[in-house]
């Protein structure tokens, strides 16, 4: 049986954190049980990270759960500090840390365990000095006022049931000037109901996603300054690797234009600025 989204917030937390833990422990988000499910190098440069993004972190770092390459646009400068929200097993904070240079320091929040602790290890084995991990809930960042330089974050938001909340800790973090480059996957038109009440959809991205209108409007009411979208790319595609057989199965027995739909399914990379 297909599990179906009538829950409450914290109980929304609570499917996304074991899914996660899976991820941590698989190795990859791409373990549909298809012999030809990407692996996560192929995953990440599909949506946009370079060959040399993904062979310069430490093994097991990537997980092939993005849907952009947000460091590869915030234009990290030495000696910056960079935040990354839903920082999993490292590999946007490992990628900032290198940007940033020994001088700049770059935190990862996670509030899952596992990813938290494959981070840490992947930390120790690549000799990463100015990074830290921390445990956290986006919507409670344990990061000081006006602290941080630059936000990142890949494709976590749209997980969260009440994104207004992550923005205006984002707006709280930033130091006054400070820049956030996030992709996340948004929507061009509401999803079919098979698909927006199903677990497995909102673990994969799709189902947690706002309607583009109402997500580049969180940002700006947030008190973020200079919304922009930087890139916009189908995600459908990517997502379609990702998904469960009997999902699939699910979506077509219902007579959903299966094509149809993953294109009003985005990845967009947008930046704002603290005023």
Known sequence: MVDSLDRSADEIREVVRDRYAEIAR???IANTGAADSPAPRQ???AVGYTADDTACVPDGANLGVGCGAPHALAAIAEGETVLDLGSGAGFDVFLAARAAGPTGTAIGVDMTDEMLDKARANARQGGFENVEFRKGYLEALPIDDDSI???ISNCVINLVPDKAVVYREIARVLRPGGRVVISDVVIDAPLPEVIASDVAALTGCAAGASLRPDYLETIAAAGLAHVEVLDDKC???VLLTMVPPELLAKVENAGIDVQATIE????????AQKP
Request: cysteine-free; overall charge negative; aromatic content about 4%.
């Open 235 to 237: 995600f459908g595609s």
């Open 43 to 45: 995953i990440a440069e």
């Open 264 to 271: 009003t399914v985005r990845s967009l990379t947008i930046r």
């Open 26 to 28: 698989d190795g990859s």
């Open 149 to 151: 330089d630059v936000v």
